[in-house]
C-alpha cells in the first residue's frame, strides 16, 4: 500500500517494526509497505523517499525480533552498536529493534526479516559483533539470503502451512551461515570456532538416539568436562541444545508430513512418548497431539476422522 507518513507509520508499527522519527519526512511524504508472513517469519516490503531516521534504544522486553534487512533499490547508511555499514542493492545487515539506530537512505526499496531470537540460536556477544555490519549480497551465503528474501516477499502468500514452515526452516539456516561468514571474516577465537564445530554435529545427528555430550566429547577428543566448559557461557547447555532443536525439528514435521506423533518423536531421538509429551508442551505451551489435530482440521476436512495407525492411544500421554 502507499500512503501519507501517520498511515505509513501505523503500518509500521502494526507490522512489529521499533518507532522511528524520520526527520526529512513532511506533508509531501508517501512511502509504500507490504507484510506478509512465512512460518515463524514476518517479511515487510517497504517503499520509502529520502529518509534520515533515528530509532532509540528500547526495553529488552520488546526485543522477540532480530531484523535482517535487505536492500533491492537505493542506498542507505546505518549505524547501530558498534557498526556502521553502508548499504548497496542486494546488500544485507543485521539489526537488534532493542538498540538505538541512525540511518540516512536515497529513495530506496529493501525487504527486512523479522526473525525470532529463539529460531536464529545467536548468542549476545556474536550479536554485538554482527549488528550493523555490512553482509555483501553480491556473492556467497549473503547472496542467497538476498535473493530468498526478494523471492519470499513476493510469494510467501502462496505457501501453504506446511511449505511455509520449511521455507522459513531454510531461510533462517541461510540468515545463519551468512552471519556466522560474516563472523568468520573477524577470525572467531578458538573456542568460538569449536563451539560451532560441535553445533553442526550436532544438528547433522539430532535423528541418532545415542547423541549425547560423552559422544558428542569423544568425537571431538576432549573430556566431557571441557565440552561443557565450552558452553557454560552460551544460552542452553550441550544437552538442552539437542533437546530444543529435536524438539524444533518434531514440531516442524509434525506441522505437515501427516506421521503420527510417536512415530515423529522416535524419529527423533524421543523413545519414551510420555516424556516426549510433557517436553513439548512445556516448551511451546500445547501439546504435540493438539498441533496435529489442528493441522488436520485446516488440511484434510473432508477425510473422516480415524484413529492414527501407529499412534492410536497417544493421546492418553498428551492430557
Known amino acids: 500500500m502507499i500512503g501519507n507518513l501517520e498511515s505509513f507509520q501505523d503500518e ?16 509531501g511524504f508517501r512511502g509504500g509497505i507490504a507484510t506478509c508472513d512465512l512460518g515463524p517469519l514476518r517479511l515487510v ?12 534504544e528500547r526495553d529488552a ?3 522477540e525480533h532480530l531484523a535482517v534487512k535487505v536492500m533491492t533499490r537505493g542506498r542507505t547508511r546505518i549505524e547501530q552498536g558498534r557498526g556502521d555499514a553502508d548499504l548497496g542493492p542486494t546488500d544485507l545487515v543485521l539489526l537488534d529493534p532493542t538498540r538505538a539506530l541512525r540511518f540516512e537512505s536515497t529513495a530506496a526499496a529493501h525487504v527486512t526479516i523479522l526473525v525470532p531470537r529463539r529460531e536464529l540460536r545467536i548468542r549476545p556477544a556474536q550479536i554485538d559483533r554482527l549488528v ?21 516477499a513476493r510469494s510467501a502468500s502462496a505457501f501453504r502451512e506446511a511449505e511455509a514452515l520449511r521455507s522459513a526452516a531454510a531461510v533462517v539456516e541461510l540468515i545463519a551461515v551468512a552471519l556466522e561468514s560474516r563472523l568468520g571474516d573477524e577470525q572467531p577465537a578458538p573456542d568460538e570456532w569449536l563451539r560451532s564445530r560441535i553445533v553442526g554435529y550436532i544438528e547433522t545427528r539430532l535423528a541418532d538416539p545415542g547423541l549425547s555430550p560423552p559422544g558428542i566429547a569423544a568425537a571431538h577428543h576432549m573430556s566431557v568436562r571441557r565440552l561443557h566448559k565450552l ?3 552460551q544460552p542452553l547447555t550441550v544437552a538442552a541444545l539437542i533437546r530444543r532443536r529435536r524438539l524444533e525439528r518434531c514440531r516442524a514435521e509434525l506441522t505437515g508430513s501427516g506421521r503420527t506423533v510417536t512415530a515423529v518423536a522416535a524419529r527423533w531421538g524421543f523413545s519414551d512418548p510420555t516424556h516426549f509429551s510433557k517436553l513439548f508442551k512445556a516448551t511451546y505451551g500445547y501439546t504435540a497431539r493438539a498441533l496435529v489435530t489442528s493441522n488436520r482440521a485446516r488440511t484434510t476436512r473432508t477425510r473422516p476422522a480415524g484413529r492414527d495407525k501407529d499412534g ?6 498428551e492430557h
Request: glycine residues 16%.
Open 45 to 56: 516490503s517497504l517503499d520509502t523517499p529520502e529518509s534520515a531516521c533515528v530509532g532509540r
Open 12 to 27: 509500521l508499527a502494526a507490522s512489529g517494526f521499533p518507532p522511528l522519527v524520520n526527520k526529512l519526512a513532511g506533508a
Open 231 to 233: 558452553f557454560e557461557d
Open 312 to 317: 492410536g492411544d497417544q493421546g492418553r500421554h
Open 61 to 63: 522486553s520488546d526485543g
Open 132 to 152: 550493523g555490519r555490512r553482509i555483501d549480497g553480491s556473492h556467497g551465503p549473503g547472496a542467497l539470503v538476498s535473493v530468498l528474501a526478494r523471492e519470499s
